[in-house]
T-cell receptor
Framework: DAKTTQPTSMDCAEGRAANLPCNHS???????VYWYRQIHSQGPQYIIH???NNETNEMASLIITEDRKSSTLILPHATLRDTAVYYC??????????????FGKGTKLSVKP | GAGVSQSPRYKVAKRGQDVALRCDPI?????LFWYQQALGQGPEFLTY????????KSGLPSDRFFAERPEGSVSTLKIQRTQQEDSAVYLC??????????????FGPGTRLTVL
């Protein structure tokens, strides 16, 4: 699975959009980009995933560049409860893949009042 | 609805003791994963089950670690002769997806193991 690079930490004002970048320059054609987050003392929580097209759900939007070498997770109106570590993960769908997640250190997002 | 549950939530063990950590996945979920998360780090894969079959145990750090899922639902991670370096949060995740397909993983709250 391809490696990802994320900033160590980011701040965001409450009510503003939080834009979390991720670089995955070695991503291959059948690898998806997944985002999970982990609130303090909880297990990771799935947010969103995508392959090529931009995706949106009730939690967030995922923007993937045309060359797929980077992506941005957007929380449109950040709240204090969005303070968490956000993990960008690239997952292979090769035949032998079992789907275990390879986490990096993620981005610590702090939403401030 | 019920999510993934883990017990105990906290476990303190003396060095050399054996511990058993339990995971109750979401009913009907085929895939089950165990991860280990050291302080300040992201979770790291330990082992994977598809139903009762343990298909990958490449992440288990030593032969002191053993996992089972005998009936394809509840899973137990056992650590024998615990060492201080085993102190971590142990996370369990389950997924409806089978091997070779991507799927959302649902995580439990974890068990925080402290070895004194």
């Amino acid at each position: 699975d391809a490696k990802t690079t994320q900033p160590t930490s980011m701040d965001c004002a409450e009510g503003r959009a939080a834009n979390l970048p991720c670089n995955h320059s070695t991503i291959s054609g059948n690898e998806y980009v997944y985002w999970y987050r982990q609130i303090h003392s909880q297990g990771p929580q799935y947010i969103i995933h995508g392959l090529k097209n931009n995706e949106t759900n009730e939690m967030a939007s995922l923007i993937i560049t045309e060359d797929r070498k980077s992506s941005t997770l957007i929380l449109p109106h950040a709240t204090l409860r969005d303070t968490a570590v956000y993990y960008c993960i690239v997952r292979s769908l090769e035949g032998g893949s079992q789907g275990n997640l390879i986490f990096g250190k993620g981005t610590k997002l702090s939403v401030k009042p | 609805g019920a999510g993934v549950s883990q017990s105990p939530r906290y476990k303190v063990a003396k060095r050399g003791q054996d511990v058993a950590l339990r995971c109750d996945p979401i009913s009907g979920h085929v895939s089950l994963f165990w991860y280990q998360q050291a302080l300040g780090q992201g979770p790291e894969f330990l082992t994977y089950f598809q139903n009762e079959a343990q298909l990958d145990k490449s992440g288990l750090p030593s032969d002191r670690f053993f996992a089972e899922r005998p009936e394809g639902s509840v899973s137990t991670l056992k650590i024998q002769r615990t060492q201080q370096e085993d102190s971590a949060v142990y996370l369990c995740a389950s997924s409806l997806a089978v091997r070779g397909r991507a799927g959302e993983q649902f995580f439990g709250p974890g068990t925080r193991l402290t070895v004194l």
